[in-house]
């Protein structure tokens, strides 16, 4: 199976800012692998989509800019409404 790399500018969930990845899909289009190649940049662990964050941000600064850009997320501290 052959795979297909592109370079993708991500916006920092927290502030904006532009960083380069790395993506790696494979041939029906599913994403294999990806890699910030820009200096200060790092990939935020999300099952749904690419995220980016300047190292310099702490994960709470970025769960928290998560749940402001994707409302109606299950918020791990928010009790149980029902
Ligand atoms: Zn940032």
């Known amino acids: 199976m052959s795979t297909h790399k592109s370079v993708e500018p991500h916006g920092c969930i927290v502030c904006g800012r ?9 041939d029906d289009g599913r994403l294999v692998d990806c890699s910030v190649t820009s200096p200060g940049g790092r990939q935020v662990t999300d099952p749904e989509r690419i995220l980016v964050a300047c190292d310099r941000h702490s994960s709470e600064e970025i769960e928290r800019a998560i749940a402001r850009h994707y409302p109606g997320r299950a918020a791990p501290d928010k009790p149980d409404e029902d």
């Open 18 to 26: 532009i960083h380069d990845l790395l993506i790696v899909r494979s």
